[in-house]
């Protein structure tokens, strides 16, 4: 593992599979009576907010803690960010205060990155969501989702993805999870279908380690997982299609689309839903799909991402179920 996790195009096969295979072990705990280790106590992480967030901001949350971290929530509203202060000002603050790791949610698009390489602060920094560029614990959640589905909780431990065909649907163009997806899935050896109209996807798309199509009714029958992304209106300041109507009538998921599906195909999205455009009830309600899934699927893939920065150098991914149990009893 790196020092810090700003993109999901920076993770190796091996990092990659790492972090799922510590997921997994992190899962277990959450059955436990006591949902906690000792791993980060005494270490400090801040939750560093520049952008609304519900599920993100909950689900690091929770996982910091379960690792018994100290955990401090910083949001922009409120603050002193309201009153002009920089980025810059606001990461010398928190190094001041010797925090040990920072989960930075931003609106500008490298601003992760910035902050991991500019020398202001002496911290792991894990990007929660830069603009339109990266959302690399997402994208991570997803994975394991997938492979806990396609391939088995106790058969997935070591393996990829090698082979599985997975669709996105939807607003490529301003989507961070379709971005970051496509990296990490490429990576775990994944084939990847981006579905969407012309006016939704990015330039340069055609350079992406993916293919791309316009037509969803014929991606669905050879799809072992299809993501529908939320049309993102906040960032938009055109109009993209005609109308909402003729959105849905041609790119969301509706009963008779997910009947099209191989039979042990899923249903995922990265979530808020809006119900009725990019997916009806039906399917949002129905077994095959995964979002409430991937909410608690989420809190164990970012406490294995705390677990192994913040765990030490030398820490490697416990072998059995034991392990996190063992180092819990010793102390």
């Known amino acids: ?4 996790l700003i993109s999901a195009a920076d993770l190796t096969r091996d990092d990659a599979v790492l972090i799922l295979d510590t997921a997994e072990e992190m899962a277990r705990v959450a059955d436990r009576p006591i949902k906690k280790l000792p791993t980060l106590r005494g270490r400090t992480v801040v939750n560093l907010f520049f952008e609304d967030s519900t599920r993100t901001r909950i689900s690091f949350e929770a996982a910091e803690k379960r690792l018994s971290a100290d955990v401090i929530n910083f949001t922009a509203k409120g603050s002193s960010v309201s009153k002009g202060e920089s980025l810059k000002d606001t990461a010398q603050t928190l190094e001041a205060m010797g ?3 920072v989960v930075i949610r931003h609106g500008a698009s490298g601003a992760p990155y910035r ?15 830069d603009g339109t560029h990266q959302h690399p614990t997402q994208a991570l959640l997803d994975a394991f989702t997938m492979r806990r589905r396609l391939v088995g909780r106790d ?9 599985r065909r997975i669709t996105l649907v939807g607003d490529v163009l301003h989507s961070r999870v379709a971005r970051s997806n496509v990296d990490l899935l490429h990576t775990l050896g994944a084939e990847v279908t981006l579905v969407a109209p012309p006016t939704l996807l990015p330039v340069g798309v055609e350079t992406w380690p ?8 014929s991606t669905l029958p050879k799809s072992d997982a299809v993501m529908m992304l939320r049309v993102q209106r906040e960032r938009m300041n055109a109009a993209f299609f005609p109308t ?3 959105y849905s009538r041609r790119y969301g998921l509706d009963g008779e689309r997910m009947a099209r599906m191989p039979e042990h195909a899923i249903v995922m999205h990265p979530g808020p839903m809006v119900r009725g455009m990019e997916i ?40 059995t179920s034991a392990a996190p149990a063992r180092t819990a009893e010793e102390n």
């Open 1 to 4: 593992m790196q020092r810090h």
């Open 99 to 101: 925090v040990d790791a």
């Open 115 to 129: 902050l991991a390489t500019s020398g202001w602060i002496d911290a792991h920094v894990i990007n929660a969501g």
């Open 155 to 163: 058969a997935g431990l070591g393996q990829d993805l090698n082979g």
């Open 210 to 217: 993916c293919e791309v199509s316009y037509d969803l009714d």
């Open 244 to 246: 909402e109507r003729e």
């Open 280 to 319: 009806t009830a039906e399917v949002a309600d129905s077994d095959r799909c995964t979002v409430v899934e991937q909410v608690a699927n989420g809190v164990s893939i970012r406490m294995a991402v705390l677990y192994l920065l913040l765990g030490g150098a030398e820490f490697q991914a416990p072998s």
